[in-house]
């Protein structure tokens, strides 16, 4: 099974900074199969970045994704107010499926 | 614009069946190039997927949870059914239902809202 870590485990920001969010995995991930969601509290997770760096439908130009191989990054150019919230990289693999890393919380400073 | 919502016991006791459902509206269930999948996520934890199924009825399962899980698809109503046996208060989470882009991407783009199910006597 591949395992995902993200870190940090919490970032903590002011609005109008960047947010830099990573992701590792225990082996090669396919670039195509590497997904990140946002979920904020109550709500269910929501697509923002498939394929390492293509931004889902209706996502802010600020979200951005990057990486290859064991190493992954979501990138939040200037953080909203909205945009606090815990992130989540998810990767799937043919022979085991899904599996999700455990979180990132971005929280206001 | 497509929606999920999963409805279901929200109690379940020790060693009993966990069944929940997800009913599709706004798109079809047989629509080919996605899948329908369940995952969970345990009171302030991270996400678990638990399964997918696609509309002909082919099923793949998450290996650690894959001796009690059943999914199933009814097209004729659009909707997608999870069985969870045997459960555990290691169970108890919220459960949420999502379409699976399968074809080449991989990622799960539509959600249901979540329904929380707690194990328990």
């Known amino acids: 099974e591949i395992v995902l870590t993200q870190s940090p485990g919490t970032l903590s920001l002011s609005p109008g900074e960047r947010a830099t969010l990573s992701c590792r995995a225990s082996?090669?991930?396919?670039?195509?199969?590497l997904a990140w969601y946002q979920q904020k509290p109550g709500q269910a997770p929501r697509l923002l970045i498939y394929?390492?760096?293509s931004r889902a439908t209706g996502i802010p130009n600020r979200f951005s994704g990057s990486g290859s191989g064991t190493d992954f990054t979501l990138t939040i150019s200037r953080v909203e107010p909205e945009d606090f919230a815990v992130y989540y990289c998810?990767?799937?693999?043919?022979?085991?499926?899904?599996?999700f890393g455990p979180g990132t919380k971005v929280d206001i400073k | 614009q497509l929606q999920l919502q999963e409805s279901g016991s929200g109690l379940v006791k020790p060693s009993q069946t966990l069944s929940l459902t997800c009913a599709v509206s706004?798109?079809?269930?047989?629509?080919?190039?996605?899948?329908w999948s369940w995952i969970r996520q345990p009171p302030g934890k991270g996400l678990e997927w638990i399964g997918y199924?696609?509309?002909?009825?082919?099923?793949y399962y998450n290996p650690s949870l894959k001796s009690r899980v059943t999914i199933s698809v009814d097209t004729s109503k659009n909707q997608f059914s999870l069985k969870l046996n045997s459960v555990t208060a290691a169970d108890t989470a919220v459960y949420y239902c999502?379409?699976?882009?399968?074809?080449?991407?991989?990622?799960?783009?539509?959600w249901g809202q979540g329904t929380l199910v707690t194990v328990s006597s």
């Open positions: 999502a379409r699976l882009e399968w074809e080449y991407w991989n990622y799960f783009d539509y």
């Open positions: 394929g390492a760096s």
């Open positions: 199924i696609y509309h002909s009825g082919s099923t």
């Open positions: 998810q990767q799937y693999d043919t022979s085991r499926g899904f599996t």
């Open positions: 082996q090669s991930v396919n670039s195509n199969y």
């Open positions: 706004g798109g079809s269930i047989s629509s080919g190039f996605y899948s």
